[in-house]
């Protein structure tokens, strides 16, 4: 029996009256091969767009750096330029124009008049950002050891262990060896100390970061010039510095202007950012700035003509589309300044009235820091009944997408949640969030405290062979756990109960 008719001739061929009373309803889509015959549109929409409501709602993705709101007016203008190339610079001369648009302040201007003339851009995926800067060190540094007459064959990377690991696949693609200061209590970024001591003649550079993916906080690029300009003076290197500020490029110039992190400090040699954060701009946009066209070798740049004209390019993409350059052309100068500058002090705002929530719980330690990223780090500061990723889990039951992670290596044992705050996220969702961070506390204080943990120390203590199972005692040991947690969960039935319903029915419509 056919559930489903289409009209009769033409376009409308393929147009289902009803796609829920279809045969498209009934049946599943193969999900590893090319379907064998086609659909008509309307359901591989419908299909599509009702898996698509299982995905977590971009705006309460806390976890995440990456713009998820414009305007309408740039929704249209990213619509209107889909379909261009953006590397097809003869067919699209004007998209390649906007490309030199306006930068904030520190980026390129205040590293003086003639720098800023000779200063050269790339724009690229942000991923791909670090394999340029870093390939533009390592061919500086392989010339300059080819001259002297010096091996070039075991380059290293000096960066903190809270590095992006974007870094980390640079230096394992392109054989270069990474150096990273470990993180230590309390000192959660590369300790500049100890990042120079690191240094040495095979360092093609330093990388600092500006704004750590872990807890927000500026690394102190000033410090790191100062001992570096010793070093260098002493030993007679010329080691210098990237900074990768993907989060921090577009909050220093207008939160902290007086920040020397920037060209302003003479080894800084480039600078990457990513407009996908804080320049406001849908995924994926970014840049390198260098400081002089003579910190990019020439020998990287390659000419191409196919395309009707020669355009260089130093990138290890070719095709890009346009949109997200027109978008960021669009947030620059519809903002200007003053808008950027009202919309970071917003963000920092909401930071510190989150932190003040968080704090007033008495149950967390704020591991994020006044300058930086507008972003809250905590942490529990009594782990004994609960952890971290157990209210990251009960969080995603209100909604809200925030990660439970540890802070990288040697500080693996901090535990910790971060809440990124972005520029759609208002003081009404603050202070709901704070509201329900207190029900999951509320929720798991009713619970038994770390019952899995619970129930597997108990039964190693009491028999440890069990600590190094044989896939023949596997099913035992879940019948012995099952067992065990029934009888610790007995007496705590009717408090879960009720505790569960406090939680769980505030948050119902009606049906459950």
């Known amino acids: 029996m056919v559930l489903s008719k289409t009209t009769g001739s033409g376009d409308l061929q393929n147009t289902v009256h009803s796609t829920f009373a279809s045969r498209y309803a009934q049946s599943s889509i193969p999900r590893f091969r090319i379907p064998d015959q086609e659909i008509p549109k309307d359901a591989a929409y419908q299909i599509i767009s009702d898996e698509l409501m299982l995905d977590g709602n971009p705006r309460l993705n806390l976890a995440s750096f990456v713009t998820t709101w414009m305007e309408p007016e740039c929704d249209k203008l990213i619509m209107g330029s889909l379909s261009k190339n953006y590397i097809d610079m003869d067919e699209y001369p004007v998209t390649t124009e906007l490309q030199g648009g306006p930068l904030p302040e520190g980026w390129s201007s205040r590293a003086g008049p003639n720098q800023q003339r000779k200063a050269r851009g790339l724009l690229a995926f942000p991923c791909v950002m670090p394999m340029c800067e870093g390939l533009a060190f390592k061919r500086k540094w392989q010339n300059k ?66 704004g750590s993916t872990y807890n927000g906080e500026f690394e102190d690029v000033k410090l790191l010039n100062d001992l570096l300009l010793k070093k260098n003076k002493k030993t007679g290197w010329d080691t210098q510095i990237h900074v990768d500020a993907a989060s921090g490029g577009f909050i220093a110039p207008f939160l902290f202007p007086e920040l020397e992190w920037d060209f302003r400090l003479p080894l800084v040699k480039s600078i990457n950012v990513s407009g996908h954060k804080y320049g406001l701009v ?231």
């Open 282 to 512: 849908y995924p994926g946009i970014g840049w390198v700035i260098w400081r002089t066209k003579q910190d990019l070798p020439e020998e990287l740049i390659f000419h191409v003509n196919y395309l009707g004209a020669d355009q260089p390019t130093f990138t290890l993409n070719f095709s890009k589309g346009a949109s997200q350059v027109i978008a960021q052309y669009y947030q620059l100068i519809r903002l200007g300044y003053e808008g950027y500058k009202s919309i970071m002090e917003n963000c920092q705002a909401n930071a510190k009235f989150l932190t003040e929530g968080i704090k007033k719980t008495g149950r967390f330690d704020i591991l994020s820091k006044d300058i930086g990223v507008p972003l809250v780090a905590f942490s529990l500061k009594d782990r004994s009944q609960h952890s971290e990723y157990e209210i990251a889990d009960n969080l995603r039951r209100f909604g809200w997408i925030v990660p439970a992670y540890t802070m990288a290596p040697n500080a693996e044992d901090v535990s910790l949640l971060r809440v990124v705050i972005r520029e759609d996220f208002s003081r009404t969702l603050a202070d709901r969030l704070v509201e329900d961070i207190k029900n999951v506390l509320k929720y798991l204080d009713a619970r038994p405290p770390h019952i899995i943990e619970a129930v597997t120390e108990a039964l190693v203590e009491k028999d440890p062979s069990l600590k190094s199972p044989e896939e023949s005692k596997l099913d035992v040991i879940k019948a012995k756990a099952a067992s065990a947690v029934s009888a610790l969960l007995e007496p705590h039935s009717e408090k879960s109960l009720r505790a569960w319903k406090s939680f769980a029915l505030p948050k119902t419509n009606g049906t459950c």
């Open 145 to 210: 050891r080819k001259a002297e007459g010096k091996s070039y064959d075991k380059p290293n990377i000096v960066t903190g262990a809270n590095v992006q690991v974007c870094w980390e696949k640079f230096a394992r693609y392109f054989e270069v060896e990474l150096k990273d200061v470990r993180l230590k209590k309390d000192y959660y970024v590369m300790d500049p100390y100890e990042a120079v001591e690191m240094v040495d003649e095979n360092t093609i550079c330093v990388c600092a970061i500006l």
